[in-house]
């Protein structure tokens, strides 16, 4: 049976079997973007911050950190770049394949950025 999401956030349609409660989880990120209420940023171990999973390029963090900044400024910092961020790949992608173009979008592997 069909689960729901406990937030807006949440990217999967969850689903439970009745028998035992076991839960799945399915993304369809192309077919039924959420790039609207993603709430899903990455850290790279390089120090770079991406505000998409898809994202083409991440935002340097690394910079601030050895410059010394504390706990709170980094929360500034990237609370800024999300506020600011308008990487939106999946819709992009679905709007450009509704329009008949199929180039791709430029972005990363997601295997680089944890996703």
């Known amino acids: 049976e069909p689960a729901g999401r406990a937030r807006a956030s949440d990217v999967a349609d ?42 083409a ?24 770049l999300w506020r600011g961020r308008s990487d939106r790949y999946s819709e992009e992608r679905a709007a450009a394949l509704a329009a008949g173009r199929t180039e791709p979008v430029p972005k990363v592997e997601m295997y680089r950025i944890g996703g």
Do not use: M, W
């Not at 399915?26 to 709430?39: K, L």
């Not at 935002?59 to 950190?65: S, T, V």
């Open 14 to 55: 969850r689903f439970r079997y009745l028998d035992d409660g076991v839960e799945l989880g399915t993304i369809a990120s192309v077919t039924e973007p959420f790039c609207g209420d993603c709430a899903r940023g990455r850290i790279t171990a390089e120090g770079q911050f991406y505000t998409c999973l898809f994202a």
């Open 57 to 80: 390029a991440g935002h340097d963090l690394k910079g601030p950190l050895r410059a010394g900044a504390d706990d709170r400024e980094l929360e500034s910092i990237i609370a800024a």
